[in-house]
């Protein structure tokens, strides 16, 4: 009886147009100018064409990608891959506007999904939040020692909603998230200095992330606390930036 068999690696199409949209609010979040050179200089590097925007109202959230979406749906040649970072005060599933309104995370998303964004359907959709989730302060433990489908006759093949889509947030649910107020995020530093300087599929560069923040301390209140990024993929395929 012969063994496991290794899985055939297929990857997403990155040979068409790359966009970027950064959506920051600004305002008492200080540091957040050093994030936004930080991911500007990362999408300069992996070849996206990037769109920044300082200080959205909760309505400007929805609205920019609104806009987002057509500028995508009307573009002339294929759009092989959307990047979005969302970066704004928040709790669980929500984001604060500058005007201090709230707007949902869902709704964020949902404008590039497969059934609202035809021109993006079964392409990768990230997405980057910094952003905490919560109240919660984590002093740390201590360690011890293409096809989609089989398609049955005579039915078109068809895509779920909610796949090809690779959420990435600063912190797990219910915890702050952390920014210098000089130096930015370490979450955003860290993934821009990993996407830049490391090869490998965005789960494996996303990995490395998650290790170097486990293996950062951040003083908060004149006490240590870690932090660490949760991933969320329905990726079908390997994605590679580089």
């Known amino acids: 009886m012969s063994g496991p068999q290794p899985l055939q690696e297929e990857r997403y199409d990155m040979s068409g147009a790359r966009l970027a949209l950064t959506l920051c609010v600004t305002k008492a979040r200080e540091g957040s100018e050093e994030d936004m050179n930080a991911l500007e200089r990362m999408f300069q590097h992996l070849k996206f064409e990037s ?3 300082s200080d959205p109202t909760a309505q400007q959230f929805l609205d920019e990608l609104d806009t987002f979406q057509q500028i995508i749906e009307n573009r002339k040649e294929p759009v092989s891959c959307a990047f979005v970072a ?11 506007g ?6 949902r995370l869902e709704d964020l998303f949902e404008v590039l999904n497969n059934k609202n964004c035809k021109a993006l359907r079964g392409k990768p959709k990230v997405y980057i939040i910094q952003a ?3 109240e919660h302060r984590d002093l740390g433990q201590e360690m011890g020692g293409d096809q989609v489908a089989v398609v049955m006759k005579n039915r078109p093949q068809t895509i779920p909603t909610y796949t090809d889509a690779l959420h990435v947030f600063s ?9 210098h107020e ?11 200095e990993v996407f ?27 006490k240590p606390r870690k932090v660490n990024p949760e991933i969320q993929s329905t990726l079908r395929k390997k994605l590679y930036f580089q």
């Open 51 to 53: 769109t920044m925007k």
């Open 86 to 96: 969302l970066m704004a005060h928040g709790e669980e599933g929500l984001l604060e």
């Open 98 to 103: 500058e005007d201090g309104n709230m707007v």
């Open 132 to 134: 905490c989730r919560g």
């Open 171 to 179: 912190t797990v649910e219910g915890y702050l998230s952390y920014r």
């Open 182 to 192: 000089k130096k930015g995020s370490g979450f955003i530093q860290t993934l821009t």
């Open 196 to 222: 830049i300087n490391k090869r490998g599929s965005a789960i494996e560069l996303l990995e490395e992330v998650t290790r170097l923040m486990a293996d950062t301390e951040v003083i908060q209140e004149g």
